[in-house]
């Protein structure tokens, strides 16, 4: 029987190369390398500003700690996203405010985001699901009359467009997972991108205890004691081995996220005819990258079973995070357009490994569920 996964791991001879390299050098910890990588993907994407950290969860605690974020906050969110993004609201000590998607919609609906902005509102987390793309314009432009500050969770989103600009470049801040299973990964890891350059420096500083690297150290390259630490934080550097993998696969970004959009087409041209399916579009305006193909159908648990069965691994995506009690009253909030689209949605491989074969097999496969 094929097996067709739902994700894969980029993997080259020369990443091995590589990081060997590396590894032989000695040159381990965060350094030039990270440097690099922080410049050629801040250049990809079209930011002006990046910044690598040792996974996503922690990049978006930094972004909380930037802004002072705590204790008496509160972060307005999706609950259907990954744990990693929004644990940080916890760990930070804010609030997680859920809010509901627009009707028949992947996407947060922008009246209930403005009905739940209060005094004690400080950002919005809009998670752009599965690199498909919201309005994202219209949500940025109600985050800066309301004065909240605007995270772009941009985890699998890596590559997509709205407007011809690179998603990540409409927030305050974005942010993007590394996580192994990603179109580029660092085996872990994440990246902070802001334009403001103050938010920048004071990122710098929080990333690694609070140090400023400008005075920390003296002539004679000892810790200088009058080198303040203001703000003391912890460590959530990336290091150069890691960074060694993400600057190898930015070379070959294009060429898969190509492929990626290629299998999108052509599976959706295969199976579009099918009534009983719905297949989620993405913004108009925008042309993502789509990190799995997203179906809405009624019947969607049987659906699932029988395409495992057939060996095509699919998901439900996410699990709802307001299940968990350790958002505490968070989760009491009535989401009925979510409770909705979460019960149709199921997620289908589209992924630069596979080949026309496999496309082919994944549209028979579902053809055949539905005769």
Known sequence: MKRINLYNVVKSAEIEAQVVEVLRSGQLGSGDIVKKFELNFAEYNGSEHSIACSDMTSAIELIFKVIGIGAGDEVLASPFACLSTNSAIVTSGAKAIWVDNSENSPFLDLEDIANKITERTKALIVYHLAGYICNIEKIAQLCKQRKIILIEDCNNALGSTYRNIKVGNFGDFSVYSFYPNRYLHTIEGGMIVCSNIDYVQKAIRLRKFGIDFSTFRDFDGEINKNSDVQVISNSKVLNNVNATVGLVQLEQLDQKLSKV?????????????????????????????????????????????????CGVQVSKIHCRNDVYSGFGESNNIALPNLDAYEKRLIGIPCGWWLSNDDISYVSNCIKNFFK
Not at 277 to 293: A, F, Q, R
Request: proline share 4%.
């Open 261 to 309: 959009r290629e299998n999108f087409i052509k599976l959706k041209h295969q199976i579009k005819s099918i009534k009983e399916i719905i297949i989620t579009e993405s913004h108009k305006d925008s042309e993502p990258v789509p990190w799995v193909m997203l179906l809405e159908l009624e019947n969607r648990d049987s659906f699932l079973s029988y395409l495992k069965i």
